[in-house]
């Protein structure tokens, strides 16, 4: 039975790892660690390319906005997409950094980052009461 107190990501947060995950590492290069995503892809259609991904960009922040996360975190994640926008607009040298960079990802990890640090005292609460309560099921051959 699922405690309705447990902690979850937000709905917000999945939604924004998802885009971002789409935007920047959607694909893989096979026998390589490369991945790129709709980001490096819409970046070669000259100018439209780069203003519909730092639209898609806007919208991971925006989400941000919507969990709470502070103006401090928000402006840094302007910048990552900002950055990663105008470096896009520099013909071939854009079109290259945008397999690299990856402005969305960082973003993420930057939400993540915060979202974890607000809430690690409830995460570390529920992590306790869910290994003492396999620990139990596990010595009595309890499982559900």
């Not at 490369?34 to 100018?47: A, C, K, Q, T, V």
């Not at 502070?70 to 071939?92: C, E, K, Q, T, Y």
């Not at 979202?115 to 869910?130: D, G, I, N, R, Y």
């Amino acid at each position: 039975m699922v405690d309705s107190s447990e902690v979850k990501a937000p709905q917000a947060l999945r939604r924004a790892q998802k885009l971002a995950h789409m935007l920047d590492t959607a694909v893989g290069i096979p026998f390589t660690k490369i991945r790129f995503g709709l980001d490096s892809l819409l970046g070669l259609i000259p100018g439209v390319g780069d203003l519909v991904t730092v639209g898609l960009s806007a919208h991971i922040i925006h989400l941000a906005g919507q969990m709470g996360a502070p103006m401090s975190l928000r402006v840094a994640m302007v910048r990552n997409a900002v950055f990663d926008f105008l470096i896009g607009l520099i013909p071939f040298v854009g079109d290259i950094s945008d397999i690299f960079y990856k402005g969305n990802r960082k973003n993420i990890r930057l939400l993540e980052t915060w979202w974890v640090s607000t809430h690690h005292k409830q995460l570390s609460h529920q992590t306790a009461e869910h290994l003492a309560k396999w620990e139990k099921e596990a010595k009595s051959g309890e499982y559900d």
